[in-house]
């Protein structure tokens, strides 16, 4: 048996997991011992997984302030089979114990190749002190495991352990003998109670002086039967004290889960992405509390940077750095630095940053030997290499509606979730039309452009609400990996590029509420699309090993009406990238990394 305790507590809803964490505590008490918390959330199978979303974010708010308490980890699924997620994550987590409510015991072609061992719990209406625990010991082969769970939650509760001994018939083998004088043996054993005859109405009358039952299940149970055994789940039903049925994990279930009847799993890119975005969307409001994510922080070892790109925002700017400022480095040190990415402001942008005791840093300053190109894309990239932190969120400076959640939303779902690698914002984004606002009328080019280019050439990335969002954070691991493209294309650009590295699995998105901000013109938008198809169109032609972007098609014809004419204006837009940050030799030698960029592949 493993010496340690990796406990899965898995559960429908928040009163059925917290009433299982009880148990989980007092079982994986040590600092070695580690404990996760899997929600689930069933969708019928006639149905899109995608609809569960609301469900999967509600249950991961309701379980997160009991987990956090000890330490846990809440991890939330969204499946239409339930078993064959539960059994995916054991195996992903490496769980050595399950823990399932009774009302909720796993069907016996899936019990047949459990992965790992499993108790089935009957928890108590209110948390009780454990002072003596009845283990009936009828020789079956799980006793081993209900015995080690007794000591584990004895030694724990200063309990007593009273080992009822029901057996029909004398047992002569020498590894039960051996058990039976092992128990003898133990302090914790005070009584033994010997019974012949009907060991359930024993048991049943033994446990009225007991808080806490732990038994073993049965080892083959009949195929019209209950999973654990007739004897176990009459016992479950008359005992008014919490009970444990435990049941060890086969050698044969490690091996093969050929046995198990269930429908073929759908791979299809629809489930991907629905799965996807049940489970990995996410609310900012799950990560208000800040305190927590600056415990999260300091025990992950993270440093997290806050990059603000800045043209002109002298009337935002202030109100944005005085808010990060408050929230993240005085009330709460999230934040390890803010330093504003200033793109040559004309206007008082750079005055007030400054005045405010912030780093600014204009990016055509920066890695002036590799030539200086203007747009968004590239003061990102060249922020890339001033700022400092493993975590680096990047938000917009012409937000109105400034509030901490534009900051703590993107970081959270990275701080919480060590497997994500990327994490994008999104939000309603009013439309300001003369004096009036619609609530929903902003993201033209996204809903335009953006989402029926991905559908069409990366419908994995379909279900981002907002691709094209200024606001979203990353991994110094993962961002330094991928180009950047210079102009309005970077955020389209890194959204395929970190997709087509780490996949789906390691991306998310959070709803930061709404966005306020200053509305671009027609003309503005029409360029902004064109850069964006271009960006789509180059990453689609390198996947086919193709030159879909040719010089013919750089520039667009802008329509200009003046004084009652119409007139052509010829831009010149072209979707330049610049290489992944983890090629420039002085990034690497500024972060200490060997010379050879085939260390990095």
């Known amino acids: 048996m493993p010496t340690t305790w990796r406990v899965l507590v898995a559960g429908t809803t928040r009163q059925e997991i917290e009433s299982l964490m009880d148990f989980s505590q007092r079982i994986a008490s040590s600092p070695e011992d580690s404990i996760v918390a899997l929600g689930l959330v069933h969708v019928p199978s006639d149905q899109s997984l995608s609809t569960g979303v609301l469900d999967a974010r509600r249950l991961r708010e309701a379980v997160e302030p009991t987990v956090q308490r000890l330490d846990g980890k809440v991890i939330v699924r969204v499946a239409h089979n339930l078993w064959r997620e539960i059994e995916e994550i054991i195996s992903d987590q490496k769980c050595t114990l399950l823990l399932l409510d009774w009302n909720s015991a ?6 047949r190749t459990l992965p790992c061992d499993l108790a089935i719990v009957k928890p108590n209406s209110s948390f009780v002190r454990i002072r003596r625990i009845l283990l009936p010991i009828r020789g079956g082969p799980y006793a081993a ?42 302090p914790q054993v005070t009584n033994w109670i010997n019974v012949r005859g009907d060991a359930v109405n024993a048991i049943v009358k033994a446990s009225r002086t007991h808080q806490l039952v732990i038994m073993g299940g049965i080892a083959k149970p009949r195929l019209d039967g209950p999973p654990i055994g007739p004897t176990a789940t009459s016992i479950l039903k008359k005992t008014k004290i919490s009970t444990l049925v435990v049941r060890s ?94 793109s040559n402001s004309t ?51 012409d937000i109105v509606n400034i509030h901490p959640r534009f900051v703590y939303g993107i970081l959270g779902p990275l701080i919480r979730e060590p497997h994500l690698m990327y994490v994008k914002g999104f939000y309603q984004r009013p439309l300001r039309i003369g004096r009036k606002l619609e609530a929903r009328g902003g993201g033209r080019v996204t809903e335009l452009v953006a989402r029926p280019l991905l559908n069409m050439f990366y419908p994995e990335l379909s279900g981002f609400v907002q691709p094209l969002a200024g606001e979203y954070a990353g991994r110094r691991q993962a961002l330094e990996r991928v180009p950047f493209f210079a102009g309005y294309g970077v955020e389209i650009g890194l959204l395929i590029d970190i997709w087509k590295r780490y996949g789906l699995h390691a991306m998310g998105q959070v709803d930061l509420e709404e966005r306020i901000h200053r ?64 090629t420039i030799p002085e990034y690497r030698n500024l972060r200490g990394y060997p010379s050879n960029y085939g260390d990095f592949g």
Not at 147 to 161: D, G, Q, T, V, Y
Not at 278 to 302: I, P, R, S, Y
Not at 356 to 383: C, D, F, I, M
């Open 145 to 186: 495991l209900a015995l080690r769970i007794a000591l584990a939650i004895a030694e724990l509760e200063h309990a007593e352990i009273t080992v009822l001994h029901a057996v029909p018939h004398t047992r002569r083998d020498d590894q039960y003998q051996e058990l039976l004088a092992r128990l003898r043996a133990l």
């Open 519 to 582: 509305n671009q013109s027609l003309s503005a938008l029409s360029k902004m699309a064109f850069e964006i198809i271009q960006v789509v169109m180059l990453r689609v032609g390198a996947t086919r090993g193709d030159e879909l972007v040719n010089e013919l098609n750089k520039s667009m014809k802008l329509i200009r009406y003046e004084q009652n004419e119409f007139q052509l204006d010829v831009a010149d837009i072209r979707a330049r990238a610049r290489p992944a940050m983890i």
């Open 106 to 111: 796993p069907p016996q072609d899936w019990l």
């Open 249 to 342: 994990a086969q050698p044969s279930s490690l091996a093969t889960t050929s046995e198990r009847l269930s429908e073929p799993v759908d791979y299809t890119i629809s489930v991907i992405v629905d799965k996807w975005f049940a489970e990995n969307t996410f609310d900012a409001c799950e990560f208000k509390d800040l305190k927590h994510l600056v415990k999260l922080k300091e025990q992950q070892g993270l440093t997290i940077s806050l990059g603000l790109p800045a043209l002109n925002e002298e009337k935002t700017i202030g109100k944005i750095i005085q808010t990060m400022q408050r929230e993240f480095v005085g009330r709460h040190p999230l934040l390890d630095e803010i330093v504003v990415i200033d």
């Open 347 to 397: 206007d008082h942008t750079v005055e007030i940053a400054e005045s405010l005791g912030v780093r600014v840093v204009k990016h055509p300053e920066v890695l002036t030997q590799y030539e200086v190109w203007s747009g968004k894309g590239e003061a990102l990239w060249n922020s890339l290499y001033v700022l400092r932190g493993d975590l680096v969120a990047w938000i917009d400076t």
